[in-house]
């Protein structure tokens, strides 16, 4: 990068300028990761100090039956294959009442688009979710499900965000956002749901008081100016509703376990190498110095890895979202090495060991308990990167 240019968007950073669509674009072109990840580190400071949120959450899948068939997907079934279920509501709440004994604090529901269930099957299960887990925040389905919900009822979006609401919905998901851009969006996704639906009922959730977390996927066939795109197009609805809570960069997988029944479902895997931990880092830390008015970046742990999350809490992150146990979008299709469960314990000790202090907080980011940050006192103690 040309030192002038270089010069010129640090002191943008440090005067806390908005940066530009040009601005993203040369970012991603710069080789240097030190120096993107301390502009990132300033920002990330600036906003959440030493801090690193975490939460308690399990997630819950109640179908992979899916009419989609998006190209990088390894977790939708069709009706009739092998591995392909529905749960009945009665045993969805089993399933969650089990999970009550570690302090959860979230559900996380996201599904299939069902070709044959009803309406009136995901009220209802939101309804006897809440009866039976009365402490537990309901964060459920994307837009895409909403988009759904409303061809197969036939009420308006508006509607059926009421009704999830009144059943106990407290926040969307961010899936099906993929990428925006319909340059390589009609390469991934197999859904009628795209940046005009996605964005017109997330204002709509945002509208009825709802906020609701942001995603990207990133790491397959799109290039870093769609990544841009993608932000900015974020950040200008956020300039509109200020709804987006956090952002998640979400790394692309391939597809290695899921050959157990002959099948490989993604693919772009015959052409694209997923992203290096180097790669992700950059991502984390464009995306905090473009998002310049969503107060949390957050690194789902399950798809980067432990050491690139911790990582990436110093190139712009302050989130590693929580303990999970099983996330079969992901553990469906890779071989990654993450681990299906991490404790509470577990996420305290990678926060300290990263140099930050832990906050458990809830759905709505608000703060249940603060937790000592490393031991001063420790000759090894690890510090955040100084700004």
């Known amino acids: ?4 240019l270089k010069r010129e968007l640090e002191a943008k950073v440090h005067a806390g300028e908005r940066l530009t669509r040009e601005d993203g674009i040369a970012l991603y ?4 990761l030190a ?3 301390g502009l990132a580190h300033e920002v990330r400071t600036r906003k959440n100090g030493d801090v690193v949120h975490f939460n308690v959450n399990r997630h819950l899948n109640m179908t992979n039956v899916c009419t989609a068939s998006c190209a990088y997907c390894s977790f939708q079934r069709k009706p009739g294959e092998k591995d392909a279920y529905t749960m009945r509501i009665e045993e969805a709440v089993r399933l969650a009442k089990a999970m009550e004994n570690d302090n959860l604090t ?5 599904n299939g688009l069902h070709p044959t269930l009803p309406w009136r099957y995901y009220p209802r299960s939101l309804r006897e979710l809440k009866k039976a887990l009365p402490n537990v925040s309901l964060k459920a389905f994307t837009a895409t499900e909403i988009h759904h919900f409303e ?6 979006a508006s509607e059926i965000l009421d009704e999830l609401i009144d059943a106990g919905l407290e926040s969307l998901t961010g899936g ?6 319909w340059e390589v969006r009609q390469h991934i996704v197999d859904h009628a749901t795209h940046w005009e639906d996605w964005s017109r ?18 790491g397959h066939i799109e290039e870093p100016r769609h990544r841009v795109d993608h932000v900015l197009r974020l950040r200008e609805l956020q300039d509109e509703t200020g709804g987006f809570q956090v ?3 979400l790394r692309y997988q391939h597809d290695f376990v899921d050959m157990k029944d002959g099948k490989v479902r993604n693919r772009l895997q015959a052409r694209t190498t997923m992203a290096t931990g180097a790669e992700a880092l950059k991502v984390f830390a464009v995306s905090r110095l473009l998002f310049d008015n969503v107060p949390h970046v957050k690194c789902f742990w399950v798809m980067h890895g432990l050491q690139t999350t911790q990582l990436a809490l110093q190139h712009g992150a302050d989130d590693m979202d929580g303990s999970v146990v099983e996330y079969k979008i992901t553990h469906d299709a890779d071989n990654y090495g993450t681990p299906n469960k991490l404790t509470r314990d577990d996420l305290l000790e990678l926060i300290r060991d990263a140099g930050f202090r832990p906050v458990e907080r809830n759905t709505r980011y608000e703060a249940i308990r603060e937790y000592p940050g490393p031991d001063p006192e420790r000759r090894e103690s690890p510090q955040p990167m100084r700004v």
Do not use: C, N, Q
Not at 106 to 110: A, D, G, K
Not at 201 to 218: C, D, F, N, Q, V
């Open 1 to 4: 990068m040309d030192v002038g």
């Open 29 to 32: 072109e710069s080789d240097d």
């Open 35 to 37: 120096w993107l990840g």
């Open 106 to 110: 979230e559900l996380h529901i996201v």
């Open 151 to 156: 061809t197969i009822s036939g009420l308006s």
């Open 176 to 181: 099906g956002a993929e990428i925006f851009d």
């Open 201 to 218: 009922i997330h204002r709509l959730a945002h509208e009825k008081g709802l906020k609701t977390p942001s995603t990207m996927l990133y």
């Open 247 to 249: 952002f998640i960069p």
